[in-house]
């Protein structure tokens, strides 16, 4: 089965901690993103790669770092200089720009 | 940024009528698209339409873009109550950022 999973699905992260969210893909997309939904919002744009070793800052940069090591994966690193991560985040890939973004399940993360 | 705004935001229905959800946007568009997102979940692709044309269906639903007035319309017609969801708005602006920039969501109940 083709599609892109995010894990975990929940997350819960101590005050000052780092952590990483997983986002895998297997639909041979070159294009990668991460959105943040806060709730009853809409999503807003934190990072995206158009290509392997390459990416861009969204809208909401600042806290988040990415890597894009290999087209499959694009991990998403929530850092404590982010001072309000409670959210559930979003991962989405293309195979380009303009065209169909499929998505992930999602990841909720909470900070305890 | 918010590129669309969605109106209204929020729409409870009963079953067998029409829906419609209505997107306005800022820039210039090379196409805008329209997703569903059931709650908790991620985000699923409904249909786009290019910036040169006007109208687009697909089963229950049908889209229409004016770019002279920057604003596109959802109408989903006979619903269902498996309609109950949030529908999104995304334009790919055409210039500078290689991303989807989605709005705000207009959230549907559709009562049996």
């Known amino acids: 089965d083709g599609g892109i999973t995010q894990s975990p699905k929940y997350l819960f992260r101590k005050e000052g901690q780092n952590v990483t969210l997983s986002c895998e893909q297997n639909?041979?997309?070159?294009?990668m993103y991460w959105y943040r939904q806060d709730p009853g919002q809409g999503l807003r744009l934190i990072y995206y790669s158009q290509i392997v070793n390459d990416f861009q800052k969204g809208d909401i940069a600042e806290g988040y770092s990415v890597s894009r090591e290999k087209k499959e994966s694009f991990p998403l690193t929530v850092t404590s200089a982010q001072k309000n991560p409670t959210a559930f985040y979003l991962c989405?890939?293309?195979?380009?720009?303009?065209?169909?973004?499929?998505f992930g399940q999602g990841t909720r993360l909470t900070v305890v | 940024s918010q590129q669309g705004e969605e109106d209204p935001q929020a729409l409870s229905i009963q079953e067998g009528e029409n829906a419609t959800m209505n997107c306005s946007y800022k820039t210039s568009i090379n196409n805008l698209q329209w997703y569903r997102q059931n709650s908790g979940r991620g985000l699923v692709h409904l249909i786009l339409?290019?910036?040169?044309?006007r109208e687009k269906h697909s089963g229950r639903l049908r889209v229409t873009l004016d770019t002279s007035k920057k604003s596109s319309s959802l109408l989903i017609t006979a619903s269902r109550a498996a309609d109950t969801a949030s529908y999104f708005c995304?334009?790919?602006?055409?210039?500078?950022?290689?991303?989807?920039?989605f709005g705000s969501g207009t959230r549907l109940q559709v009562q049996p």
């Open positions: 339409i290019r910036s040169n044309e």
């Open positions: 989405a890939s293309s195979s380009g720009r303009g065209t169909e973004a499929f």
């Open positions: 639909l041979n997309h070159d294009a």
């Open positions: 995304a334009t790919d602006a055409g210039m500078g950022r290689r991303a989807l920039t």
